[in-house]
């Protein structure tokens, strides 16, 4: 099944519904016989539990999908529990887990845009788009994107991958970074490889782009070519890069995600 985004609830009510509700960055889910699964709206008031502040996402099927949370000190029973995102990663399948992203997403710029930025007043709904508009000034809110670009460096038959200080767990990965003020995909290509690693890069193409939940950031990938200079790792967000063959790979991420897709595509155009 494709979910299919839309922004107005139904009217008459659905026959079925998924809710996908946090609590921060952790999503609540049911785990049955070693499954984690999307609570149902019949089986969570069977259970008496109540979403509250409820953004409506879309359907998956005949299934309506809303992002919700709790009311505060609600305390789910057994068999909920609440799981991190990054960790459904590769449990809940990615349909659902792309839902949860926009859920995460929606839920966090909700809960962070409920006031004007501008002048303090309390912030409604828009009617007519997902917005947050504040009747007092007239400022307009929508849902924030923070682009950032990832790029597959290849030098020959070699790939540069780093460490970075964050990643949770030992594994390598293509180099990341996010696009600044007055400055177009390309040129943040260049800014960031030459800060992280300090070597200049050419032939810039794009490979494609991924929406990254955590909470609201644009992937946009690129390819790029080697064109001068030695690896200097910055210590700032990095921990050590290298070159590696497409037979000498360290751990990399999940096959979810577009780093992954990147050096799957290396991998694939080595054979």
Not at 61 to 86: F, H, K, N, Q
Not at 112 to 133: I, L, N
Not at 144 to 169: E, T, W, Y
Not at 189 to 196: C, L
């Amino acid at each position: 099944m494709d979910f299919i985004p839309a922004f107005r609830p139904p009217a008459d009510g659905p026959q079925s519904a998924l809710w996908f509700i946090f609590e921060k960055s952790k999503l609540l889910v049911s785990r049955d016989n070693g499954t984690c699964g999307i609570p149902e709206a019949r089986r969570l008031a069977a259970d008496g539990i109540v979403p509250a502040r409820q953004i409506f996402l879309g359907y998956l099927g005949d299934s309506a999908c809303y992002a919700a949370e709790l009311e505060p000190d609600t305390t789910p029973p057994a068999p909920y529990a609440w799981m991190d995102l990054r960790a459904l990663m590769n449990t809940i399948g990615d349909e659902l887990f792309w839902i949860a992203g926009r859920a995460n997403h929606l839920m966090d710029w909700d809960r962070s845009h409920r006031f004007c930025g501008r002048c303090g007043q309390p912030t409604v709904d828009k009617p007519d788009e997902r917005a947050k508009h504040c009747p007092a000034c007239g400022l307009i809110n929508y849902p924030r994107l923070s682009p950032a670009v990832i790029v597959a460096v290849l030098k020959g038959d070699r790939l540069l991958l780093a460490r970075n200080k964050r990643f949770r767990g030992a594994f390598y990965s293509v180099l990341a970074g996010f696009v600044e003020p007055g400055e177009t995909l390309e040129q943040c290509v260049m800014r960031e490889i030459r800060e992280e690693v300090g070597i200049a890069v050419k032939n810039i193409r794009y490979f494609g782009s991924q929406p990254w939940p955590f909470p609201n950031s644009l992937m946009v990938g690129f390819v790029a070519d080697y064109a001068g200079g030695e690896i200097t790792v910055d210590n700032v967000e990095l921990m050590e890069a290298a070159w590696f063959t497409a037979t000498d790979l360290p751990q990399v991420p999940p096959r979810i995600s577009i780093a992954r897709q990147l050096i799957d595509w290396f991998v694939d155009r080595q054979a």
